[in-house]
T-cell receptor, first 112, second 112 residues
Framework: EAQVTQNPRYLITVTGKKLTVTCSQN?????MSWYRQDPGLGLRQIYY???????DKGDVPEGYKVSRKEKRNFPLILESPSPNQTSLYFC???????????FGPGTRLTVL | SQELEQSPQSLIVQEGKNLTINCTSS?????LYWYKQKYGEGLIFLMM?????EEKSHEKITAKLDEKKQQSSLHITASQPSHAGIYLC????????????FGTGTRLQVTL
């Protein structure tokens, strides 16, 4: 089944404790993105990647890092999480630049 | 002000009634995507519109993009409880769809 998977789905952590949210897609897609969703602000792009080893900032990249060492994986790294990074995070992938973006199920992160 | 505005923010309709959700952009779109989201879950792709004047339908949902490619509407005919959720429009301003700018969403409730 074609899908985007994210892990973990739920995470509660404390300020400053490094964490990684994994994202994997099995569709051989070139493009992958990370978004965060907050009430009243909608979905905002954090980072995106157009291919292996090619990444670029989205609208709200501060406090996040990404890497794209393999085509299928695009982990999101929070080196020192803060409470304002409490949010619902989505990973997405697409075949090329002008096709439907497939979204993962979301990761709900709470930073205390 | 927001580049992409959705209206209404929320909507309560009786089962069987028709409804329309609007998405208005402050600038010309390369493409417009409609997604549906169940509360706290991932996004389900509904339709993508790229050409001015384009109209697409799937089951009881019809989406249109105006000639100027700055406004889109999503129309649901004879609403059902299964239509309940959050509807999001996503704008492609780059022509690559590697980054989508989302509206804040319309929360739809369908009452019996």
């Amino acid at each position: 089944e074609a899908q985007v998977t994210q892990n973990p789905r739920y995470l509660i952590t404390v300020t400053g404790k490094k964490l990684t949210v994994t994202c994997s897609q099995n569709m051989n897609h070139e493009y992958m993105s990370w978004y965060r969703q907050d009430p009243g602000l909608g979905l905002r792009q954090i980072y995106y990647s157009m291919n292996v080893e090619v990444t670029d900032k989205g609208d709200v990249p501060e406090g996040y890092k990404v890497s794209r060492k393999e085509k299928r994986n695009f982990p999101l790294i929070l080196e020192s999480p803060s409470p304002n990074q409490t949010s619902l995070y989505f990973c997405a992938s697409s075949q090329s630049g002008d096709n439907e973006q497939f979204f993962g199920p979301g990761t709900r992160l709470t930073v205390l | 002000s927001q580049e992409l505005e959705q209206s209404p923010q929320s909507l309560i309709v009786q089962e069987g009634k028709n409804l329309t959700i609007n998405c208005t952009s402050s600038k010309t779109l390369y493409g417009l995507y409609w997604y549906k989201q169940k509360y706290g879950e991932g996004l389900i792709f509904l339709m993508m519109l790229q050409k001015g004047g384009e109209e697409k339908s799937h089951e009881k949902i019809t989406a249109k993009l105006d000639e100027k490619k700055q406004q889109s509407s999503l129309h649901i005919t004879a609403s059902q409880p299964s239509h309940a959720g959050i509807y999001l429009c996503g704008a492609d301003y780059t022509g690559t769809a590697s980054k989508l700018t989302f509206g804040t969403g319309t929360r739809l409730q369908v009452t019996l």
